[in-house]
């Protein structure tokens, strides 16, 4: 398991990209070695503070393999960092990471917090008709993370999973919690440590069961 690229972008004005009209998604990829803050990668900006803002999504990872399958149901190529991911990963199950297992790369050890959840200016960057829907229906998300010690990291690094909870919820799992199933949303709110925007995301999801 490595890190195939590092990517990062920087904000910049695009109409599609929802009430805010600026956007950070198109992320390139980084060369030589890249400093891990508590709020993300040096060099990589955030335009939508109150969404993407939060230390639980200070990082985020797509594998490879993820969008190579993409690839073939879109045509044409993906590139490293084409989802607005900061690391590709090769050999990583991102799907199917729990919530807060850890990883260390490079000297920065992160954290697993949560899906991606497609949002407006996704789907504005893909120009794919339908695209939060197959999006969703793929479940093939990524994972955002923390940052529990900071460092240094770059392409070629291997990923060391180092610790992981017992009976926890997957990424995959998270994203269906998301979608509305309770059960999922039970355990995960179960899960210590989890991100406080899951208490928030839970009450939607609750109430919509009850």
Not at 121 to 140: D, K, L, S, Y
Not at 143 to 161: K, T
């Amino acid at each position: 398991m490595h890190i195939v690229s590092v990517n990062v972008g920087r904000a910049v004005s695009a109409e599609w990209a929802g009430r805010l009209r600026r956007t950070a998604i198109d992320k390139r990829p980084a060369e030589g070695r890249v400093a891990v803050h508590v709020n993300g990668l040096a060099g990589d900006e955030r335009a939508d503070l109150v969404n993407h803002g939060h230390p639980d999504q200070a990082v985020y990872a797509y594998a490879r393999e993820d969008h190579d399958w993409w690839q073939a149901e879109l045509g044409g190529e993906r590139g490293n960092g084409s989802f607005g991911e900061n690391l590709t990963t090769w050999g990583a199950d991102v799907t199917d990471a729990l919530i807060g297992e850890r990883w260390r790369i490079g000297t920065a050890v992160i954290e697993v917090t949560a899906p991606r959840v497609p949002c407006v200016t996704f789907r504005g960057w893909m120009g794919e008709p339908g695209w939060v829907r197959r999006f969703t229906r793929a479940a093939r998300p990524g994972a955002y993370f923390r940052v529990v010690e900071q460092g240094e990291l770059g392409a070629g690094d291997a990923i060391e999973v180092i610790d992981w909870p017992r009976d926890g919820v997957t990424i995959r799992e998270a994203f269906a919690a998301y979608h509305g199933d309770r059960d999922l949303m039970l355990r995960l709110l179960a899960h210590p440590g989890h991100s406080e925007k899951w208490d928030w995301i839970a009450e939607r999801v609750l109430k919509s069961g009850s």
